[in-house]
C-alpha cells in the first residue's frame, strides 16, 4: 500500500488554552456567607371561615433556623441550639428554688466527679438483655387502699393499713407469665406509674404495696442473664418511692413557706414531720419477708436525718447484717450494692475503720470513674498504706491507682509525692512477674507527668529488677508495653535518644520476632511525629540500628506484606535523613544505606530516586522489569532537569533496550496477568517524555523515537490485542506536536528540538515521513481486523483514529479529510458503534466549526452521516 501523507495542523496553545478555560463571572457577595446563619421570614396566615369572622394575617421573623456549620464562624455549639428549641413546656425552671436544689444529683455529696448512676444505669440496661420469657408477680389493688374522706380515729386508719400489708402478703396478686423482655419492661413501667399515680391521689399504703411486690421480684434469678437488668428496673421505682417519701416529709417542715436549708439538723424539724417519718419506718419494719424490707428500708434511708445526725451510721450496721439472712449469693451481692448506692460516704467512712478492707477498696478503684480516684488519690495512698497486706497485696492496691491515674491526672502539687510513694513499694517487690506488671502501669504516669530523667531512673530501675536470671524472657508483652507508653510520650527522638537508659532497655528484647515488633513500634512512631528532616548523628545511629534490625530479619520465609511493612517503615527513615548542600555527607549516608538494606527492593528503590548514582549500577539488579523501565524513565527525567544530557540519553537508552524483555505475563499482588496496559502506559510516559528530549547532534534526527518505534515493530504481541495500534495512535500525538513551532512545554534550561531546528524543512520532512509509516502501519492493522469475529475491534479503533485526526490533523488536506470520512463510515459500517458516543462527537465537530479558522469543520460535519443500528 502506497505511503499515506500526514499533515499535522497548526497549534496555537496559548489560545486553545483561554477556549478552555471555564468562564470566570464576577459576584458581588456583600454580607452573604454560605456558613452564615440562615435567618427564615416566616409568614403565619389565619383565616376564619365561620360567617361573620374576619382574617387576620401576622408576620413574624425568626432566625431560630440555624446551619449547624455556622458554629465554625461564631463558636456556638449546634448542640444548644437544638437544647434552646426545646419544649418550653419540659424546660421550664421549678418555681420554687428549694425544690431545684433537692433535684440535685444525689451524687453531688461525693464530688461533681462521681459517676453518675444514669450513665451506669444506661450501659446495663444495654449489655443484659436475654430472649428467654420471663414472668412477673403483679399486686391486684383493692379498694381498700383509697384515702377516706370521712373523719376517723387514728387508731381505726392504722389498723385498716396493716389489715391492707396483710392482703398483700395473703396472695392479693396476679402471675404474668410467657413475657418477652419488653413486655417486662412495659409491666415495670406501668408499676413505677401506679405508684406516683396512687401517691398523688393520697393513697400512701397502696404505693406502699406496690414497692413490696416490686422489691420481691429481686429474689427471683431465674434468668440469670437478665438479672442485672431487672436490678436496675426495680430499683428505679424503689429510688421514686424514696423520693416521694423524703419530699413528702421535707414538704412538712416548711415554715411560712421557706423549706429547711441543705445542711438543716434534726432539730429544725417539727414534731408532725418527725412522727410521719416514725410512722413510714414503723410501717417497713412490719413487712414480714426480708428482700422487701431492707430494700423498702434502704429506699428510704435518707429520710433518717430528719431524726438524728448518726441515724444512716446507725442504720448501716443493721442493714449490713440484714443481708447476710438473704441465701442467694447473686442476690446478696445485688443488695449489697444497692446500699451502697443509696448513701456511698457513709459506706466508706464505714469500711475505713476496718483492717482488712483491700478487697473492698481495690474493688472501689477498679469500677468508680478515673477522674474521681484521681482527684482523691493521696486519700487513697493513705487507705492503701494502712492495708493489711495478708489479705491482698499492697502492689495490686497500687497497680489498680496506676491504672486510674494513666486516664486522669491528679492535683498537680500531689504528683511527686504519688510517684514516691508508689514507687516505694514497686521497687521492694522480689517477684520479678509482680514487678513489672505494677511497674508497668507506672511508667505512664512517669511519662505523663515528669522529665527524662525520672523516666530513666524508671528504665534503670526496670532493666535492674529484670535482667538477674533473664527474667525478661518471661515479661516480653509488658516490656513492649513500657516501649510504646515512652514513644507516645517522648515523641522527640533527640530526647529520647538522650535518655541513658532507653537503648540498653531494648537490649532486653533477645527474641527475634519481639524484636522487630518493638523496631517497627518505634519507626512508626519517628515516621508519624517528626515533622522536619534531621541529620543528627545520634538519631541517624540509632535508627540505622533499628532498621538494621528489621531488615536482617527478612528471610525467604517472610511475607510479602511484612517485606512491604519494613520496606515503608525503613523508607520513611530515609526520606527524613537531610545533610543539606553537605552532599558528600549525604551520599556517604546514602552509600551506607545502601550496603545494609541489599535485600529489601523497595528501599533500593527508593535510594535509587534519592542518588542519582546508583541509577546505572543498581536499577540492573532489580527483579520487576517494570519497575527498572520506569526507574530508567524518572532516572533521565531527572538528569534532564539537571541538565546533564548525555545521562538523560543514556537512561533512555536503557529503557529502550529493556522494552523487548518485557514478557507477555507479570506477576501483581500474587496473581499473573497480561503486561500489555501495563506497558502501554508506560510508553505513553515515555512518548510524553521524548517531545522536549532534545537530540544528539551525532545521532541523527529522532534518534530515540526511531529506535523506540523499531522495538515496538518487533515485539510480538497478542493476537486478540490491539495495543500496538493504540502506541501507534500516541505516536502520532508525539511527532504532531513535534511539528509544532513551539513545543506545549519544556525543561529549564534545557533546548528541545523546537528551539534546535527552529522549524528547519528537512526535519518536518523526517516528521512527516516518520508519520506516513505509522498511518500506513495502523490502516494495515484495521484491515486485518475485517473477519466477522474481529468487526467490533475494528469499529472501535476505526473510531479512535479517527479522534486522533480530528485532534491533531489538518483537516484542510483532502485526502486526509476524506480518510476521516472513511473511518467515521467504517466505525458504523457493521453497527457496532455506540450510537450515543457517535452522536456527542458530531456535536462536538459542529461546535468546533464555530471557532476562528474552523470553518472547514462545518463540510466535514455534513459528510458524517450517523447510521441507526437496524
Known sequence: MAAFPWHARARNYVSESEVCKLESVPLDFGDYHPLKPITVTESKTKKMTRKGSTSSTSSSSSSSMMDPLSSVLDGTDPLSLFAAAADPVTTAPPTDGARRKRDKDESSAVGSDFEPWSSKRGEILARYTTTEKLSINLYMGSEKGKATTTGSAVSEKVRTRLEELDDLEEGSQKELLNLTQQDYMNRIEELNQSLKDAWSSDQKVKALKIVIQCSKLLSDTTVIQFYPSKFVLITDILDTFGKLVYERILSMCMDNRVSLPDNFSPESVNDTAKETCLNWFFKIASIRELIPRFYVEAAILKCNKFLSKTGILECLPRLTSMIRGIGDPLVAVYARAYLCRVLLTEMM?????????????????????????????????????????????????????????????????????????????????????????????????????????????????????????????????????????????????????????????????????????????????????????????????????????????????????????????????????????????????????????????????????????????????????????NLYLHSGQVALANQCLSQADAFFKAAVSLVPEVPKMISVDGKMRPSDAFLLEFLCNFFSTLLVVPDHPEQGVLFLVRGLLNVIQDYTWEDNSDDKVRIYTNVLHLLSAMTQETFIYHVDKVDSNDTLYGGDSKFLAEINKLSETVVSQILDHLKTLGKEETLKRQSQLAHYFFNTIVAHGDLRNNRLNQLSVNLWNLAQKHGFADTKTMVKTLEYIKRRSKQPEMSHFTDLALRLPLQSRT
Not at 475503720?353 to 468508680?368: D, E, P, Q, W, Y
Not at 528503590?605 to 517494570?626: D, R
Open 349 to 629: 467512712e464505714r469500711c475505713k475503720k476496718l483492717g482488712n478492707n483491700a478487697l473492698l477498696l481495690n474493688s472501689v478503684m477498679s469500677a468508680f470513674r478515673a477522674e474521681f480516684i484521681a482527684a482523691r488519690s493521696m486519700d487513697f495512698i493513705g487507705m492503701i498504706k494502712e492495708c493489711d497486706e495478708s489479705g491482698f497485696p499492697k502492689h495490686l492496691l497500687f497497680r489498680s491507682l496506676g491504672l486510674n491515674l494513666a486516664l486522669a491526672d491528679p492535683p498537680e502539687n500531689d504528683r511527686l509525692q504519688i510517684l514516691n510513694e508508689a514507687w516505694k513499694v514497686i521497687t521492694k517487690l522480689k517477684n520479678p512477674q509482680d514487678y513489672i506488671n505494677c511497674a508497668e502501669v507506672w511508667v505512664e504516669y512517669t511519662c505523663r507527668h515528669f522529665t527524662k530523667r525520672e523516666v530513666n531512673t524508671v528504665l534503670a530501675d526496670i532493666i535492674k529488677h529484670m535482667t538477674p536470671d533473664r527474667a525478661f524472657e518471661d515479661a516480653y508483652p509488658q516490656l513492649q508495653s513500657v516501649i510504646h507508653k515512652v514513644i507516645t510520650y517522648i515523641y522527640d527522638f533527640a530526647v529520647l535518644f538522650s535518655v541513658e537508659k532507653f537503648l540498653p532497655f531494648l537490649d532486653m528484647f533477645q527474641k527475634e520476632n519481639v524484636r522487630v515488633e518493638v523496631c517497627k513500634c518505634i519507626m512508626e512512631s519517628f515516621i508519624k511525629h517528626q515533622q522536619e528532616s534531621t541529620k543528627d548523628p545520634v538519631i541517624l545511629n540509632a535508627l540505622l540500628h533499628i532498621c538494621k534490625t528489621m531488615h536482617d530479619s527478612v528471610n525467604a520465609l517472610t511475607l510479602e506484606d511484612e517485606k512491604r511493612m519494613l520496606a515503608a517503615l525503613i523508607n520513611g527513615f530515609i526520606k527524613m535523613v537531610s545533610f543539606g548542600r553537605d552532599f558528600e555527607q549525604q551520599l556517604s549516608f546514602y552509600v551506607e544505606a545502601r550496603s545494609m538494606f541489599c535485600n529489601l527492593e523497595p528501599v533500593l528503590v527508593q535510594l535509587i530516586h534519592a542518588c542519582v548514582a546508583f541509577c546505572f549500577i543498581t536499577i540492573p539488579s532489580l527483579s520487576s522489569i517494570f519497575t527498572r523501565l
